[in-house]
């Protein structure tokens, strides 16, 4: 009787490579085992999957790769409970289900044609790397690019190889990669907390899209930063985390609501506009 | 219309049981829930107002969604959302009855159909009761329901003292009436069917004053409202528990050894964990927030979205709250504010 599919229903993927990259996170690199799904998945820059562990549970965690990519996807994971523990023993060959990909993800389409600035504090970067990983894909699209990576420390600047690796690439394609840290008197690098560093982009406050991704504590600043600096507020994005089980608006666990709308992050965000977020009480 | 004598209900019971299952109010332990029934004589319709509302004959307080076996670089699954049998919801109250409609609106929703909730509806017939004796913590009335509205039901009964008046409804309700078992009511019947509704709508209480309602939360999401009003509550959740229109739920994996399932189990947002992240981080921080969510959710998103309040004023929340608070006051205390 059932011509709808289960919306609850999981895809086998198999785990093909797990890379270390700071204390407690790794980047895992998944690739579906239905050649059929294989070939029609796809995914926006911004939006979550559901990734299951048999036995333990699902963790919602964003897709960090660039959806140019076909069959395969990563996903960067922080251990920080009883199933990103089990995650993080996974090995190449292991099986896991994975269902979405949920939310609505970055209006990259809207992007196109104006700068880019990309501001991740933390570990931030995991679902800003989707966008930055997107628009080097598609690199005649946008204007000049900036990516400010922020962290306390060098060794828990995530990505910071592959940042720093991306030195030539960037040069040439006018991508400026800032990274900076605030409590490492070791690090050579910049230091400063990342909107101390949005003078330096290279992106025209003026047609500039920015995604901002970090602990709830930094939007504020941020926001008063770019705003300072001239940045359109109607151009600024962030994405959310929260705690969500269902992923499809059913479940409760995600809801935000303000005085006229409500607000389910697993399908109207984790994305959300700069407008949305100070209207929008308890919502970061 | 039709009638059935009380002491042919037993019968009429049986004789559904033999090609539904059929789930009706049973007590156990003093708590009286909707369970499938395993003998007629289970069933009791004096009830006032079950402990546990029907919607767990659709979603469970706990139901496997799959079940899984692990071997060696392997793994199978087997989904449970197929529903085989057809059912019968019997006795269940106009109010609880009415909550399974806003349910559908979330659960049946265009975009994304969750099935588990969908097929037992789909499979179920209703019959629904009206109530006689409606008790002092009902407020149906507040939300265009009563004691006698028939909304969402395939077959309404009214006990009109020996005999049940039976309506059916829809085509559907029409195929439980047992031609052996019912017979046409009289016009005495009918009357006797007002009256008592007549009765039963004189002890309501006055409706609440709803008008404005969601405008007023509209322009309280900050307000000093709430500071004092979460401050006698224990947070245990038994408000949102037990009540017919609330639909969170929490998804866990439960196994052993190489064996398990998903389940999905109740949730409720009057719990501090219900929105704690992983990284620490609590959206939800305090009962204030907790306490505005349960309201606004209710009384203000909920008609933004779907055009209608969800609650259908069973008094549940009223009647087990630990602490007395009613919310009967407190969307009172708002329209006052």
Known sequence: MNTTENIYSLYKCRVLRVYDLIEDVKLLLFRFENPDIAESWTCKPGQFVQLSMPALGEVPISICSSPMRRGFFELCIKKTGRVTDKIHELKPGDFVGVRGPYGNGFPVDEFEGSDLLLIAAGIGMAPLRSVFMYAVDNRWKFGNITVINSAKFGNTLLFRKELEAMRDVAEAENIRIIQTVTRDPDWPGRVGRAQEHIKHANTDPEKTYVCVCGPPQVYEDVFNTLIKNNYDPRKIYVTLERRMKCGVGKCGHCIAGTSTFLKYICIDGPVFGYYDIISTPGLI | MKKIAKSQLNEFIARLMKSYAVYGPVEEEGIVSFRRLTAPEEIRLDYQNSKKPPKEAFFPQTETMFRYEM???????????????????????????????????????????????????????????????????????????????????????????????????????????????????????????????????????????????????????????????????????????????????????????????????????????????????????????????????????????????????????????????????????????
Request: hydrophobic content about 35%.
């Open chain 2, 71 to 337: 071997g060696k670089g392997r793994i199978s699954l087997e989904s449970t959302e197929e529903v085989e049998e057809e059912r019968v919801l019997f006795g269940a109250r106009p109010c609880d009855v009415r909550a399974l409609e806003l349910l559908d609106l979330v659960f049946d929703a265009p975009d994304y159909k969750d099935l588990y909730y969908i097929n037992k509806r789909e499979k179920t017939t209703i019959v629904a009761l009206g109530c006689n004796s409606p008790l002092s913590t009902c407020f149906c009335t507040s939300f265009e329901g009563g004691p006698f509205t028939k909304e969402g039901a395939d077959l309404f009964l009214t006990d009109i003292g020996d005999w049940y008046l039976a309506e059916a409804l829809t085509p559907k309700g029409e195929r439980l009436l047992d031609e052996e078992l019912f017979q046409e009511a009289t016009k005495a019947d009918v009357r006797a069917a007002a009256k008592v509704e007549k009765e039963a709508l004189a002890k309501m209480a006055p409706p609440l004053e709803l008008d404005g309602l969601k405008e007023k939360l509209d322009t309280m999401i900050d307000s000093p409202f709430w500071d004092r009003l979460h401050e006698k509550c224990l947070g245990c959740g038994v408000c949102t528990f037990l009540c017919p229109t609330c639909h969170c739920f929490d998804i866990v994996d439960e196994a052993l050894n190489s064996k398990g399932e998903r389940v999905r189990n109740w949730d409720s947002c009057m719990f501090p964990i219900y929105t704690l992240e992983a990284s620490g981080h609590n959206p939800r921080p305090s009962g204030r927030e907790r306490w505005r969510q349960r309201l606004m959710h209710k009384f203000d998103y909920f008609v933004a979205n779907y055009g209608r309040f969800l609650c259908v004023g069973c008094g549940r929340c009223v009647i087990n709250c630990p602490v007395n608070l009613d919310i009967r006051k407190v969307i009172a205390d708002v329209m006052a504010f």
